[in-house]
């Protein structure tokens, strides 16, 4: 797997218990997954030859990020490795701008785009009808390079930015589109995996709660989801998957408006949508990326409780979590957490914790209130970051 | 850790989740935990050398067997490590005879036991009632180490035998025990964990089945066990583990008699009897280890599914498990398969299979039946030892 973060981490456990071996190109030993896994190869993904290293000890290449450079994908697989998913998929993860067109192109709804290169351009796109959303084609996550822009100055100041950051990108060709800003009800995501042998299989939908742009907390179903609706969003990831060729995991994440589903990202790796899935679904979506990408019958995607929330862990100033880290131990004795090993920065995903519906109770029926499993979801993550509630 | 076998390797997988420093010593980069975690340090754990350089990296030392030398534990300890559990808790599991004693002392029905060193203490011990159990004192596993003899002729075949390959241990004192042979209904285990802070945590009492002495499958909770009974196993549990002064996991083999329970074997470290809580129980045992040795909060150690049964794949006489691993994985998307990457040899434990109650159908209620459950996982588990059931 190239990349050595804590999708990497977690994909090595899943490695560890298939018994399937398990190698990591990571940028140094201090990262994540590199901490952990004996499979560790230093190097860097933007060097061909250090991929082409890395590539010839494995049966089949993947990855924990979409910033390897396409055209070292082309060369990945011109060599006959074994790249999954395959570069011609994981572009539409690259460059949304081709990732829009694609998506329209085979007539799924997402909010409505259009490449800008100046101001002028942004402004025709908006006819006066502020906010507007300006995204990077590339390079961002976590809310960066996605900017909510209420006038026209705020658009001129992310584009003069732009500039300044990406231009070569710029100078190349478009390097921002402009999105229609939703009012969406809330955000979805699904979860979906296909296999060489097109064998597909999808995760129940879940409700996602981002804050500045950077994922909060997952539930898991997506609570009073019309049933009609949740079969529709899963359909279209399976559908979306086999237009795409994708191999692998795809996340889909999505808007609910009153009008219906708009699709706002994709992603084609074990993603944060999905990390409930170690405790609340019979398949981790680390194991499942595993076998899809080795081309192993799927495992099931069903919920293993009846109700499962994540929360990020999100670095605060204090950098020691180790008093919080046996205080939430203490609180909830059923709240399972995991850290990443990674350095505590404000706002930084340094781990999640995931709390799974009661089942004290087997005999006497299912007790689960997807509210309170999220409180007590939210506050040990919170705990985690500030020794209180955090306040925004 | 001190190991590197499968316990280690499954303790590394918790320890990532944990975000704890992991490191094993084992006795080469091929044993199992040594493939995969980034902390393996080699030595042999029969050098105090070693044991001391490895502990010196170490805030807690543990282990995932129970043959590190008594007089190195002892060493260790008054070098300053913290040793978990301590050499005097572990002498128990190294000792059968000092744990007969013990047990009996503090008034726990164990079989009828005697030390022996002749055939006509091995007679006198019988009083012509045969079969009658040896046992080795210590260094036994997996059935290896036991015998049941059906007459004084097995008995002294035995004793000729152990007085070759343990000649030295005979000579220091006694190296046999003769047992009664108990004519039970079933087995049970019982899992608990105690902390230095003395915080205690028990699981659902087990059922284990056995055969040729080797742990073939494990059904959680233990199908139709008199609650009244349940709580008396649990109770032990947590008693032997408090007076004994156990800093870890404490597994308590049980037989289950007309007449009640008798305690059978103990073991300090994660036991075959607890895999099935990677997927049956809010915290598995692996974590359960690591939280209990750290001196951190125990984890829930609620059932996470109304029935988990847990088969183990053994060895066959083919080597390669490819084909039939992915038949297990296509016939059944729901059993959990962990592979030890451990050479395959004919009856050697190699991984194992856990299966969980359905949870298809929460809404309508849950549907798990024990015996629906244990033939999944026996089928997945002996498929991928011979490609068919095995017939004994």
């Known amino acids: 797997m190239v990349g050595g973060g804590q999708l990497a981490r977690m994909t090595s456990q899943a490695a560890t218990g298939l018994g399937v071996g398990f190698r990591v190109l990571a940028g140094s030993a201090a990262e994540s997954a590199a901490q952990v896994s004996a499979g560790t190869w230093l190097g860097d993904y933007r060097s061909l030859a250090d991929l082409r290293a890395f590539a010839a000890g ?24 074994q790249v999954r998913p395959g570069g011609a998929a994981l572009r539409f993860t690259q460059d949304k701008l081709a990732m829009r067109e694609r998506l329209t192109g085979l007539g799924v709804a997402c909010p409505r785009f259009a490449p800008v290169r100046t101001i002028a351009e942004v402004e025709e796109f908006t006819d006066g009808s502020w906010p507007v959303v300006l995204k990077a084609v590339s390079g961002g996550y976590d809310g960066k390079g996605v900017w909510v822009c209420d006038s026209a100055a705020d658009a001129a100041t992310v584009l003069a930015n732009m500039g300044l950051a990406h231009g070569a990108a710029l100078a190349g060709g478009f390097g921002v589109i402009a999105e229609e800003y939703v009012a969406f009800e809330r955000e979805l995501a699904v979860l979906a995996a296909r296999s060489p042998h097109r064998q597909g299989a999808v995760y129940p939908v879940v409700q996602t709660v981002q804050r500045d742009g ?24 399976l559908r979306i998957a086999d237009e795409l060729g994708v191999t692998g995991l795809l996340a889909v994440e999505m808007f609910e408006t009153p009008s219906g589903l708009l699709v706002n990202e994709l992603a084609m790796r074990p993603h944060n949508c999905g990390h409930w899935t170690i405790e609340g679904a019979r398949t981790s979506q680390f194991e499942q990326h595993l076998r899809a990408v ?41 709240a399972k957490v995991h850290m990443y090993g990674k350095p505590v920065r404000p706002g930084r995903k340094i781990g999640h914790v995931t709390v799974t519906g009661d089942s004290e109770d087997w005999g006497d029926g299912v007790h689960a209130d997807p509210a309170e499993l999220a409180d007590r979801a939210r506050r040990a993550a919170s705990y985690l970051r500030w020794g209180k509630e955090d306040g925004d």
């Open 214 to 237: 950077i994922c909060r907390e997952v539930i898991a179903p997506a609570p009073g989801l019309a049933p009609g609706r949740a079969a529709q969003a899963q359909e279209l990831a």
């Open 58 to 81: 494995c049966d089949v290449v993947t990855f924990d990020h979409e910033h390897v450079p396409g055209p070292h994908l082309a060369a990945l697989e011109q060599d006959g490795v």
């Open 294 to 334: 080795l081309d192993l019958p799927l495992g099931s995607p069903a919920m293993a409780a009846p109700v499962a929330v994540m929360a990020n862990v999100l670095g605060g100033d204090d950098a020691d979590v180790y008093d919080r880290y046996i205080h939430v131990m203490a609180a909830d004795p059923a």
